[in-house]
């Protein structure tokens, strides 16, 4: 059942392949083809997030939490009839996530098993490959070479006077990570306290950045490609919903207290 | 805020997981690559080379010492000159002391993996590099010239007294001269190769994976004949008395007359697709196929009997003295050996 899940996004791959002649292109083609494809969860996914989001707002809601705050089962009961009465589906925000989630899954299985670079590898990419749809023994062997990367090794850009290889990728991908987490981010209602789950958000925002970095850093630039067009792509889809916070990534102003003074 | 994180968290690491598992795949694999000279078998797999006895499957010694888990080692180890010559999976090409396994010499390449064995002619060894060259070194590790291809090269070169024979995985045969490095001639044969060629003295025999198994002649280039198989021929055929045997991705086994490619005889769905080449025995060839069964036909096609064992059979079968020795993934051992009826003398597993 997955094995048959990632051969029609490894057949999609292969079909833009054939077509422009370039994995570099095929891959970022590929991944905004697939984010198109998911969109519409996308939409989904930021109309619930929105409306949870507005909710808190809701004097209700914080009339709710306020009154139930020492039993938890009231407090759910109250909540979920709220939920009932305003047309909210508590979990509109996660699911289209939950949905998306293989389709990532499967879009980076398609991306690193086309870059077979041994003849295992090789042998299983072509069992995959449907006969009647692409021709195996043209397409063989891919092109791997984008721009200055061999797709299928990690990524460094040699400069003559260096004696070290940089990593543009990794450090262009931690870049994007960053910037698309930051302004993806709800703005934090100002003067509020910050609660367990927005230290947790502003966590996540230093550590994927990170590990996305080390990850476009250690395996082959066709993923790290992968990552960066993802990002990239990601962020003129929220840019396109105007749901992008740009003020999240301007250094925050220090709040300041006045106390009133008696005199 | 908080019913947001949490979920997201969750997922984040989940994926970072799957995503960090699958890094895996990163590191090279492949099937088991080995040769037989002397009474051992000289074994590639995984982090190390192995000199294992050929009669009773016990390790002699091991290759490193200390395993380096980026560097693999599958391309099938050469004898010649008293070394063991072995490309790895990174970047370089070893040569082992035959008797203990000891490091003589290494070189090194920027990020050339070597899949297949070395081919030794005279006093050149000729080493097919994946990063599109082939290079020819003294039998002290030192470089004479390197071939540029236009593509990976992953099939083992052949070669006569005079010329080198290099299919290669950018659809072409090359003819290069042994002494200078200098092409001779080049066929474009319409696909890639994977394994490598075998050869006569007027013809070069070889399998590509647009579905066709071609003679080209030695001389020129010139193709004599091709012939369209029903899938990818990843092996490297068996030339024995005028006749060519081998199977192909869609387990259709052919026995072509090598002088015209008129089929002598044909046998479909013997297991699953075939992609090692076969073994020659007394009384006729025996056959891998993935789905591990070891099939022995007779010269006319007629089946002599089949071997079931436990895993995957990529690997070409290789003969010595008595006995077949087979290469196997994704079982309880890397290398088996059997009689000539097919049944098991020893296995040979990884040391832990």
Redesign the interface.
């Known amino acids: 059942m997955w094995e048959a899940f990632i051969s029609i996004f490894i057949n999609i791959l292969l079909f833009i392949y054939q077509i422009v002649g370039n994995f570099g292109v095929a891959i970022i083609l590929f991944t905004l083809l697939i984010r198109l494809i998911t969109h519409p969860l996308t939409v989904q996914q930021l109309k619930g997030a929105s409306a949870m989001q507005d909710l808190q707002k809701n004097k209700r809601w914080i009339d709710i939490q306020a009154k139930y705050k020492n039993d938890k089962e009231k407090l759910a009961q109250e909540q979920m009839a709220l939920y009932k009465e305003l047309g909210i589906s508590p979990f509109s925000s996660c699911l289209p996530t939950l949905i998306q989630f293989p389709i990532i899954i499967g879009l980076y299985q398609a991306v690193i098993q086309s870059l077979a670079s041994t003849p295992i590898e090789l042998f299983r990419l072509t069992k995959h490959v449907w006969g009647d749809f692409l021709n195996v023994g043209a397409l063989i062997p891919l092109n791997s070479q984008f721009l200055w990367m061999d797709l299928s090794q990690p990524e460094r850009l040699n400069l003559s006077f260096l004696p070290f290889g940089i990593p543009v990728l990794a450090i262009v991908v931690t870049v994007t990570t960053y910037f698309q987490s930051k302004m993806m981010s709800p703005t934090p209602a100002a003067g509020g306290q910050k609660d367990q789950g927005a230290m947790m958000a502003s966590m996540m925002n230093i550590y994927m950045p990170l590990l996305m970095g080390w990850l476009a850093w250690s395996l082959a630039s066709g993923l790290a490609l992968y990552f960066l067009a993802s990002n990239l792509i990601g962020i003129l889809q929220y840019a396109l919903l105007g749901k992008l916070n740009w003020r999240n990534l301007l250094p925050k102003k220090k709040e300041v207290t006045v106390k009133e003074t008696k005199k | 805020?908080?019913?947001?994180?949490?979920?997201?968290?969750i997922?984040?690491l989940?994926?970072?997981l799957?995503?960090?598992s699958?890094?895996g795949?990163?590191t090279?694999?492949?099937?088991p690559g080995y040769s037989i000279s002397e009474g051992k078998v000289f074994l590639s797999y995984q982090t190390g080379v192995f000199a294992v006895n050929l009669s009773n499957g016990n390790m002699i010694w091991k290759y490193p010492d200390k395993a380096d888990s980026q560097r693999n080692y599958?391309a099938p180890p050469q004898i010649a000159d008293g070394q063991v010559l072995v490309g790895d999976?990174l970047d370089a090409l070893h040569s082992l002391n035959l008797e203990n396994g000891t490091e003589k010499w290494k070189f090194d390449t920027t990020?050339s993996?070597f899949?297949s064995s070395v081919k030794v002619e005279q006093d050149t060894i000729l080493a097919s590099g994946?990063d599109g060259y082939l290079y020819a070194l003294d039998l002290q590790g030192g470089i004479r010239w390197k071939f540029k291809t236009g593509?990976?090269n992953?099939a083992k070169p052949a070669s006569d007294s005079e010329t080198v024979y290099l299919p290669s995985?950018?659809h072409y045969l090359y003819g290069i001269d042994l002494k200078s490095g200098k092409e001779i001639w080049k066929t474009n044969l319409?696909?890639?190769v994977?394994?490598g060629l075998t050869l006569n003295s007027d013809n070069l025999y070889v399998g590509?994976?647009?579905?066709e198994m071609l003679a080209v002649g030695k001389k020129d280039g010139k193709i004599v004949w091709r012939f369209g198989t029903d899938s990818?021929v990843?092996a490297i055929p068996v030339l024995k008395d005028g006749v060519l045997y081998f199977g192909d991705?869609a387990s259709t086994i052919y026995a072509l007359n090598a002088d015209n490619a008129s089929v002598a005889w044909r046998l479909s769905e013997v297991g699953g697709?075939i992609?090692g080449s076969a073994a020659v025995i007394e009384k006729g060839l025996v056959f891998p196929t993935e789905d591990g069964k070891l099939v022995a036909v007779d010269g006319n096609g007629q089946r002599l009997w089949e071997k079931q064992i436990n895993g995957k059979l990529?690997s070409s079968l290789v003969v010595a003295e008595d006995r077949i020795v087979a290469g196997v993934?994704d079982g309880d051992a890397v290398l088996k050996a059997f009689d000539f009826n097919g049944s098991e003398l020893w296995s040979f597993a990884l040391p832990k």
């Not at chain 2, 805020?1 to 968290?9: E, F, G, T, V, Y």
């Not at chain 2, 090279?28 to 099937?31: E, G, I, K, L, N």
């Not at chain 2, 590509?208 to 579905?211: G, P, R």
Request: with cysteine; hydrophobic share 50%.
């Open positions: 805020m908080k019913s947001r994180a949490i979920p997201i968290l997922l984040s989940t994926l970072m799957l995503l960090t699958c890094s795949g990163i090279a694999t492949s099937w599958y999976y990020n993996r899949i994946s593509a990976a992953w995985m950018d319409g696909g890639a994977i394994a590509t994976l647009a579905n990818a990843w991705k697709p992609v990529y993934n």
